[in-house]
Nanobody, 114 residues
Framework: QAQFVESGGGLAQPGGSLRLSCAAS????????MGWYRQAPGKQRVMVAF???????NYADSVKGRFTISRDNAKRTVYLQMNSLKLEDTAVYYC????????WGQGTQVTVSA
């Protein structure tokens, strides 16, 4: 059974940093393009960043230059390093494959507040 467990969220000040982790199970992790998504209050879930099996990356314009996605295939884990956080980064963050084809995990809450 495919499953994602996200962690690492919390409260940060504007300009601060957080590192999110997503542990995957039940999928051929090393072959999948993995992504981070986020859903802000009252808004739709949107893509934040993708990383391919070959470690090619793609980012939403809103996070380019601030966020970095990475993966450790041995640990079946994908990471999101978030720097220079802004108030508008406040959201629940989820991981999934690039087709969002696997049931969503519970996500991890990121709150950016002064």
């Amino acid at each position: 059974q495919a499953q994602f467990v996200e962690s690492g969220g919390g409260l940060a000040q504007p300009g601060g940093s957080l590192r999110l982790s997503c542990a995957a199970s039940g999928i051929l992790f090393s072959l999948n393009t993995m992504g981070w998504y986020r859903q802000a209050p009252g808004k739709q879930r949107v893509m934040v960043a993708f990383i391919s099996s070959g470690h090619l990356t793609n980012y939403a314009d809103s996070v380019k230059g601030r966020f970095t996605i990475s993966r450790d295939n041995a640990k079946r884990t994908v990471y999101l390093q978030m720097n220079s956080l802004k108030l508008e980064d406040t959201a629940v963050y989820y991981c999934n494959d690039d087709a969002a084809a696997i049931p969503w995990g519970q996500g991890t809450q990121v709150t950016v507040s002064a």
